[in-house]
């Protein structure tokens, strides 16, 4: 049962008013369901849209990348909402389906090229080690810098964040194509 539902707009404090026509008027065009629990503290949902929004659109390493480091994420936590909402942007971004497919069972892609493998391998060694070695931090600089490694730790760090809050808040899972994620737990992430 969601913990947060939505909230009518007419339910809406000035504050809250502000922040949710912010992002109904950015590129989300919505108030779409990270930010539905993330409404009720309306000054923290301003400054997490405003991250989301550079690390989403604008990141340095591009949509493709990108897509695959939020669907590691989203992996790891058994986040159903953005596996259903990022899924299917992964895939028409570039992901393959088996890389989809195996990220959400839980097992390393296999056939990824270097800057991919780059990427995934930095992501499950920074949720799962809580650091990243020299070797997956080399891999990444060389392939995006600097600002690369930096921007790839934030979208982990911030779909780490929207997934704890939706988790937490138990937000309910658009309804998508893909199949949903396992329960935390049932297996180990990618």
Request: proline fraction near 7%.
């Amino acid at each position: 049962m969601d913990r947060l539902p939505p909230l009518g707009p007419d339910q809406w404090t000035p504050e809250q008013r502000k922040a949710a026509e912010e992002i109904i008027a950015g590129p989300r065009g919505g108030l779409i369901a990270p930010f539905v629990p993330l409404l009720r503290s309306p000054e923290l949902m301003g400054h997490a849209q405003r991250m989301g929004e550079y690390l989403r659109y604008r990141n340095s390493l591009g949509l493709r990348f990108s897509e695959l480091a939020i669907l590691i994420t989203a992996r790891h936590w058994s986040q159903q909402v953005e596996w259903g909402i990022h899924a299917p942007i992964a895939l028409r971004e570039g992901v393959s389906a088996a890389s989809v497919e195996a990220i959400a069972a839980g097992r390393r892609p296999e056939g990824m090229d270097g800057d991919e493998s780059a990427v995934h391998d930095f992501c499950i060694e920074l949720l799962r080690e809580k650091a990243v070695s020299d070797s997956g931090w080399a891999a990444v600089v060389e392939r995006f810098g600097d600002r690369g490694a930096i921007d790839l730790i934030g979208i982990n760090g911030y779909y780490g964040f929207l997934a704890m809050v939706m988790n937490a808040a138990q937000t309910a899972a658009p309804h998508c194509e893909m199949p949903p994620l396992p329960t935390k737990g049932s297996d180990e992430a990618a």
